[in-house]
């Protein structure tokens, strides 16, 4: 019994060792890139990469294809399956679940927009310290309220605009008690008491913070659903200037914006686009959330000027370096497509706004915008006829290059779908 046993062992053991020497190997360790859960739009396929040592146990029927270096996968109608995979043939490895989803379309938009939103609070720009007795006072920051905060209640009354919140400081100033105020962070939601301070010039009372209501500016739609009108546009969330994170909203509305100038970006500062308000003949509708890929809302009527033809939206793996195009406006509302060189793609099975990187290669939109410009946020990135992405950020010092985010990830976050 013992030489068996012993024999067993050896080769347990060089199996242990194959195992962990594979997983050094570049091909295999391509593969442990792999995420958990393979995902394929219906009708489509997708390429990942694979070792000629993995061999595939349990194809079903022809949705799997083995290449040399790669898998192809793909699927007729939704619904999921398993793929069992064996090292050298023989030592189990890992399983694959696959699920086969309903394809998106969304139609590319391009078009610019200007967009309005309404706060919901007041969002803290900076500090106002308080001249008395001779030496300034500064209550809002001592309280541990910081810039880019927004205050949304005082003294339990939701702060609609500047005020409702100056009401409550006075309130709390004459009776000599300290303002409450609810205050939203980038983290979360908190209390802060106030103590007002007398302002012996100007004759009020104050705890010494500038706020702002509302935001404003020019941007481009990246798609919207051809049925129901629901729209993603900007790439990027709207933030107050301070802090990255998503300032809460409480509506809003788009409309459409007539480009009426350029600044070039240069490799000292980014460039911009100048837009003015236009009427909602092309572009109308409400805004209804603020995310990380920017903002969420419903059009009144489709666009008059731009693509009404809906494509694929792609999925991250689909993605690959190569040529690509955007579509922006540089002049009045018309859209028009430029070329673009799609550099890197970053393997993303969890949402992130840098996906892809690219580089500006067309020859006229270079010479009117010297690559990627404030404004052309939210501009649709197709290639290979899918909508894979929008623009999202330039590189400063080369403004030719830029990032984009992956459109699957503006389609699938909740206040879109």
Known sequence: MGRPNKARQIVGLFGAIAVMTTGFLRPVRSMVKIPQVIMVPSGQRITLPWSSWVTVTSPVGERVSVKPGFVHVGGLNPGHFVIRTKLFGWIPWRSFPVEVIKPVYEVPG?????????????????????????????????????KGDVIVKANHRLVTSNRVLQEAIQQSGRRHKPVALGVQGARRYHWRYVKPVWSPVLRTWHIGVMVQGGASGVGT???????????????????????????????????????????????????????????????????????????????????????????????????????????TVLHDQKTQLFSIRIIKTYPQWHAHTKGLLFEVDDPHLLRQTGGIVQGMSGSPIIQDGKLVGA???????????????????????????
């Open 221 to 327: 739609l990246t798609f919207y659903n051809p049925e129901s009108l629901k729209y993603a546009a900007l790439g990027h969330s709207i933030t107050d200037g301070v802090t990255p994170s998503p300032i809460a909203i409480n509506g809003g509305r788009v409309t459409g914006a007539r480009i009426v100038g350029i600044i070039a970006s240069r490799s000292d500062g980014p460039g911009q686009k100048i837009g003015v308000l236009a009427s909602g003949k092309n572009v109308q509708g409400t805004v209804v959330a603020n995310s990380f890929f920017g903002i969420t809302g419903r059009l009144t009527h489709q666009p008059i000027w731009g693509a009404h033809h809906a494509l694929p939206v792609a999925l991250p793996d689909q993605v690959h370096p190569g040529p690509a195009q955007i579509v």
């Open 110 to 146: 391009g078009e610019s927009i200007g967009v309005v939103v309404n706060t919901r609070g007041l969002v803290v720009r900076g500090y106002a310290p308080v001249s008395v007795g001779g030496h300034f006072v500064d209550p809002a920051k001592e309280a541990g309220i910081d």
């Open 391 to 417: 623009v999202t950020h330039v590189l400063l010092s080369r403004p030719n290059l830029g990032y984009g985010c992956y459109a699957y990830w503006m389609a699938m976050q909740k206040s879109f779908s």
